[in-house]
């Protein structure tokens, strides 16, 4: 770790020894259960015609120890490859690579810059208040990477006046152990608060190892993790329209890489240290709204195994502004300017690497009538290098009709995409290409939603039909002479159909929902520059081409259940087709009850994942946990 970042830490370490810390969302003793889909959310101002969804409250509270990995597989239509219980995870929306989902934390990019993705196991929800997902391409809105969609991630928002405090505790199954410290205090002028975990887990699970002759049961030896961290965010409000927050987020994760079925333990491991940094001034005047954020993120790997020890330490310093202007509620204009300079050391570059990229970007929503929402958005980028196009977006929301309690709308757009090569791609040696072009894609879709309101029941259903072009796919091709290199290989398209549709309902003290999802998705080389023909029109390695989901929430009184129930279909390990896993179902399930204590409440969880003992895996010959359980204490003051 560099000087400078010590420094950081020290400041930090400084900071949280003045500041209170706080506490993350609010326990009520009615559990609610936050609607699924609901236009008006602020990731939805400037993306009509987008599909976009929040994980709601009771389920982040219950699964607050998992991983964003975790969550995404299990509530929405997104593929989550995990390289076991211990390994990486890496996300497949709408047919694309996991470089082609954006993750944005209080609204700005955190990939990784060598690698232009995030591994999903790292990031725990712990860090988070909110978590959205916006379907389909968000170029315009988002930059670089975001074609298949985009994960938002927003800190805790701490409104509540007073002082707030809990503590958590749990235990589970294969030596797994998580506590979790959140505290607060807001008032008029402040709002400080933060929060603190640890978590271990020796993942000694048995398994069939498939990779012997006769699948003998054996124990799991090697997939251990440790991971701790925390967040602060700190809001001054300096005025009734001015304000000033800081906010950081410090992930440690250091995890023995479990070994594929029939392969010998080479003791591979990695450290990931990931620390973000980002203060954020805001102001409102007849003008509008005012918005600058600076960022600093640094992100060290450290991977050894046998014959391998490689660094990585990347700084990205970000800075952002916005202005906003809205005029009633007939239309708003956002436009702003992002600003990025990395700088990494990686023991693969054989030196240090920097580089600068600009954006501007014109987010444009206009409602010429109640019913009608249109968005028109623009960015233009500007890399070292590269001579990215222009990306528009052009979106409509039509409410065109309603039947006493139906409301019927019919939604659409159309996007441009790109992707800049990553670090690895270019500067790896040997094999990095530096002549790579950027990826570039257009993504249509179209779809209807239905909503039902009558008292204390509510119903959403929504279905959304969408493609993907892709061109100058970037692909990793065996070189011949002991290397691999990235070429621009090959034209994909990826198109499929999306379904969601929820319940909820009222009675009493009682409080149920249900919610069922499905996602076909057929993502294929459509064109070949280089390469055999054997693989053109084949769905491309670890896109499933069903998945489907089902959950319910009910509470009673100080009773809470959760279930979720997710099924995969089959997958393809090579590009021709030739090979493939099947299909897997997991069920999950959670009962808790909340008892008062006074002034305070204490909460007790029982979940079992995997309740079924399905042998499934994500990745190939990687063994994944079978039933596991998991007791949870949490006190709130």
């Given at each position: 770790?560099?000087?400078?970042?010590?420094?950081?830490?020290?400041l930090l370490?400084?900071s949280?020894?003045?500041?209170?810390?706080?506490?993350a969302q609010?326990?009520?003793?009615?559990?609610?259960l936050g609607?699924?889909?609901?236009?008006?959310?602020?990731?939805?101002?400037?993306?009509?015609?987008?599909?976009?969804?929040?994980?709601?409250?009771?389920?982040?509270?219950?699964?607050?120890?998992?991983s964003l990995a975790e969550?995404?597989?299990?509530?929405t239509?997104?593929?989550l490859?995990s390289?076991?219980?211990s390994?990486?995870?890496?996300?497949?929306?709408?047919?694309?690579?996991?470089s082609?989902?954006?993750?944005?934390w209080?609204?700005?990019?955190?990939?990784i810059?060598?690698?232009?993705?995030?591994?999903?196991a790292?990031?725990?929800?712990?860090g988070?208040?909110?978590?959205?997902?916006q379907?389909g391409?968000?170029?315009?809105?988002?930059?670089?990477?975001?074609?298949?969609?985009?994960?938002?991630?927003?800190?805790?928002?701490y409104?509540?006046?007073?002082?707030?405090a809990?503590?958590?505790?749990?235990?589970?199954?294969?030596?797994?152990?998580?506590?979790?410290?959140?505290?607060g205090?807001?008032s008029?002028?402040?709002a400080v608060?933060?929060?603190?975990?640890r978590?271990?887990?020796?993942?000694?699970?048995?398994?069939r190892?498939?990779?012997k002759f006769?699948a003998?049961?054996?124990?799991?030896?090697h997939?251990?993790?440790?991971?701790?961290?925390?967040t602060?965010?700190v809001?001054?409000?300096l005025s009734?329209?001015?304000?000033l927050?800081?906010?950081?987020?410090?992930?440690?994760?250091d995890?023995?890489?479990?070994?594929?079925m029939?392969?010998?333990?080479?003791?591979?491991a990695q450290?990931?240290?990931?620390?973000r940094?980002?203060?954020?001034f805001?102001h409102n005047?007849?003008?509008?709204?005012?918005?600058?954020?600076?960022a600093?993120?640094?992100d060290?790997?450290?991977?050894?195994?046998?014959h391998n020890?490689?660094?990585t330490?990347?700084?990205?310093?970000?800075?952002?502004?916005?202005?906003t202007y809205t005029?009633?509620r007939?239309?708003?204009l956002?436009?702003g300017?992002?600003?990025?300079y990395?700088?990494?050391?990686?023991?693969?570059?054989?030196?240090?690497?920097?580089e600068?990229?600009?954006?501007a970007?014109?987010?444009?929503?206009?409602e010429?009538v109640?019913?009608l929402?249109?968005?028109?958005?623009?960015?233009q980028?500007?890399?070292e290098?590269?001579?990215p196009?222009?990306t528009?977006t052009?979106?409509?929301?039509?409410?065109?009709?309603r039947?006493?309690q139906h409301?019927i709308?019919?939604?659409?757009?159309?996007s441009?995409s790109y992707?800049?090569?990553?670090?690895?791609?270019?500067?790896?040696?040997?094999?990095?290409?530096?002549?790579?072009?950027?990826?570039?894609?257009w993504n249509y879709?179209?779809?209807?939603?239905h909503?039902?309101?009558?008292?204390?029941v509510?119903?959403?259903?929504?279905?959304?039909?969408?493609t993907?072009l892709?061109?100058?796919w970037?692909?990793?091709?065996?070189t011949?002479?002991?290397?691999?290199t990235?070429?621009?290989?090959?034209?994909?398209q990826s198109?499929?159909?999306e379904?969601?549709s929820r319940?909820s309902?009222?009675?009493?003290k009682?409080?149920?929902g249900?919610a069922?999802?499905y996602?076909?998705?057929?993502?294929?080389?459509?064109k070949?520059?280089e390469g055999?023909?054997?693989?053109?029109?084949?769905?491309?390695?670890y896109v499933p081409l069903?998945?489907a989901?089902?959950?319910t929430?009910?509470?009673?009184?100080?009773?809470?259940?959760?279930?979720?129930?997710?099924?995969?279909g089959?997958?393809?390990?090579?590009?021709?087709n030739?090979?493939?896993m099947?299909?897997?179902t997991l069920?999950?399930l959670?009962?808790?009850k909340?008892?008062k204590?006074?002034?305070?409440?204490?909460?007790?969880?029982?979940?079992t994942?995997?309740?079924?003992?399905?042998?499934?895996?994500t990745m190939?010959n990687?063994?994944?946990?079978?039933?596991?359980?998991?007791?949870?204490?949490?006190?709130?003051?």
């Amino acid at each position: 770790m560099t000087t400078f970042h010590k420094f950081i830490f020290c400041l930090l370490a400084s900071s949280c020894t003045v500041a209170t810390v706080a506490v993350a969302q609010q326990d009520t003793t009615h559990y609610e259960l936050g609607a699924v889909e609901v236009f008006g959310k602020p990731a939805e101002v400037y993306a009509a015609g987008s599909r976009v969804f929040s994980l709601d409250s009771s389920y982040l509270q219950t699964y607050s120890s998992a991983s964003l990995a975790e969550a995404l597989q299990t509530r929405t239509p997104l593929y989550l490859k995990s390289y076991g219980a211990s390994g990486l995870s890496s996300v497949s929306f709408r047919g694309t690579s996991a470089s082609h989902t954006a993750v944005l934390w209080n609204g700005l990019n955190i990939a990784i810059p060598s690698l232009g993705q995030n591994d999903f196991a790292t990031l725990p929800l712990s860090g988070v208040g909110d978590v959205a997902v916006q379907h389909g391409a968000a170029g315009a809105t988002y930059g670089s990477g975001a074609i298949g969609g985009a994960v938002m991630l927003n800190s805790p928002d701490y409104t509540e006046k007073g002082f707030r405090a809990a503590l958590q505790q749990e235990v589970g199954s294969f030596g797994r152990y998580y506590s979790h410290i959140s505290a607060g205090y807001s008032s008029e002028k402040i709002a400080v608060g933060g929060s603190a975990y640890r978590q271990q887990a020796q993942n000694n699970f048995w398994y069939r190892n498939a990779g012997k002759f006769g699948a003998p049961r054996e124990r799991m030896a090697h997939a251990g993790v440790a991971q701790h961290g925390f967040t602060q965010d700190v809001t001054w409000h300096l005025s009734p329209k001015t304000n000033l927050a800081f906010s950081s987020w410090y992930t440690y994760t250091d995890r023995e890489l479990q070994p594929a079925m029939g392969a010998a333990d080479n003791n591979a491991a990695q450290l990931d240290k990931n620390l973000r940094l980002l203060t954020s001034f805001g102001h409102n005047s007849r003008w509008g709204q005012t918005s600058i954020k600076a960022a600093y993120f640094s992100d060290f790997l450290h991977y050894t195994d046998n014959h391998n020890n490689s660094r990585t330490d990347i700084g990205t310093w970000q800075l952002q502004a916005e202005q906003t202007y809205t005029y009633g509620r007939r239309w708003s204009l956002k436009g702003g300017l992002n600003l990025q300079y990395f700088d990494a050391a990686v023991d693969g570059y054989g030196g240090k690497v920097t580089e600068k990229r600009a954006a501007a970007f014109a987010l444009f929503r206009y409602e010429p009538v109640q019913r009608l929402a249109l968005s028109l958005n623009l960015r233009q980028a500007f890399v070292e290098g590269f001579n990215p196009v222009p990306t528009p977006t052009l979106g409509a929301n039509w409410k065109f009709a309603r039947f006493g309690q139906h409301y019927i709308s019919v939604k659409g757009n159309v996007s441009g995409s790109y992707r800049v090569p990553t670090l690895n791609e270019r500067f790896w040696r040997p094999g990095g290409n530096p002549d790579l072009k950027p990826e570039q894609g257009w993504n249509y879709e179209a779809g209807l939603r239905h909503l039902f309101a009558k008292g204390a029941v509510v119903v959403e259903t929504e279905a959304t039909a969408y493609t993907i072009l892709l061109d100058n796919w970037v692909q990793w091709t065996d070189t011949g002479v002991g290397y691999w290199t990235p070429l621009n290989l090959q034209k994909v398209q990826s198109q499929g159909l999306e379904f969601s549709s929820r319940v909820s309902a009222k009675a009493g003290k009682a409080v149920v929902g249900a919610a069922a999802g499905y996602a076909f998705t057929s993502s294929e080389q459509v064109k070949s520059y280089e390469g055999a023909a054997a693989e053109l029109h084949r769905q491309l390695p670890y896109v499933p081409l069903h998945k489907a989901t089902f959950s319910t929430d009910a509470s009673y009184r100080t009773w809470r259940f959760i279930g979720n129930l997710t099924y995969t279909g089959r997958r393809y390990t090579t590009a021709n087709n030739s090979e493939s896993m099947p299909g897997f179902t997991l069920l999950g399930l959670s009962v808790g009850k909340q008892f008062k204590l006074g002034r305070h409440q204490l909460h007790t969880t029982l979940r079992t994942d995997n309740a079924t003992n399905t042998r499934y895996q994500t990745m190939v010959n990687r063994a994944m946990p079978p039933r596991s359980y998991t007791f949870s204490l949490r006190y709130i003051i």
